[in-house]
């Protein structure tokens, strides 16, 4: 399942636009967004290795403070910045495994905590 998730969503202290991806695994940061959110991307170490349609990559783990939709807050969430090669934000399990449910209608992406 994807859906894009807009203005109501923040890491840390930045607002970031993501698509929902329940393929996957890791809430995966690009490099601006990590910048908004407050990560300092250059002390960073690419060296977690991720497959991608594209084949390869390298990507930096990071632990956020907390990733928010709306009023859903989840503190100390695993991630990725993927430096190269990603073009949106994606949310992945990290994150949505942290709720109780996730249900895409024709009209909403329902979540609940």
């Known amino acids: 399942m994807t859906a894009n998730i807009g203005r109501r969503s923040r890491v840390n202290s930045g607002h970031v636009k993501f698509l929902v991806d ?3 695994s890791s809430v995966a940061l690009t490099y601006e967004d990590a910048r908004k959110a ?3 991307v250059r002390d960073l170490r690419y ?3 991720i497959s991608t349609a ?8 990071v632990k956020l403070d907390s990733v928010s939709l709306g009023a859903i807050t ?4 695993d991630a990725l910045v993927v ?6 934000s994606l949310l992945g399990m990290t994150y949505l ?15 609940r905590l």
């Open 47 to 49: 060296n977690v290795p």
């Open 54 to 61: 594209g084949g390869t990559n390298y990507a930096a783990y």
């Open 22 to 24: 329940t393929g996957a």
């Open 74 to 77: 989840i503190r100390d969430v």
């Open 38 to 40: 407050g990560i300092k």
């Open 83 to 88: 430096k190269d090669g990603l073009t949106v």
């Open 97 to 111: 495994g942290q709720l109780q449910k996730v249900e895409a209608t024709p009209n909403a992406l329902l979540l």
